[in-house]
């Protein structure tokens, strides 16, 4: 399934993979934090999309993540 990472306040869309994994990524992105090269976040919320394409339904999983405020005020 299409996996995306979306900034909540910004909208920003920071990675998109692909998981045959949903439940467990989703597990995972709900644990301490989520840590990408710029940045740590937390887990907001997520959506389960579906659209067509190509004359197909598919799914898509968006990840919203809001940044990790316990980060930002001990650096």
């Given amino acids: 399934m299409n996996v995306i990472f979306v900034l909540t ?9 692909v ?4 439940a467990g ?6 644990g301490e934090n989520v840590t990408f090269p710029f940045g740590s976040f937390k887990y907001d919320f997520h959506t389960l999309d579906h659209y067509l394409e190509n004359d197909v339904y598919r799914q898509e999983l968006v990840i919203y993540l809001k940044e990790d405020l316990q980060q930002l005020t001990s650096l």
């Fill in 9 to 17: 306040a910004t909208g920003e869309e920071v990675l998109e993979m």
């Fill in 19 to 22: 998981s045959n994994d949903v």
């Fill in 25 to 30: 990524l989703l597990a995972a992105v709900k």
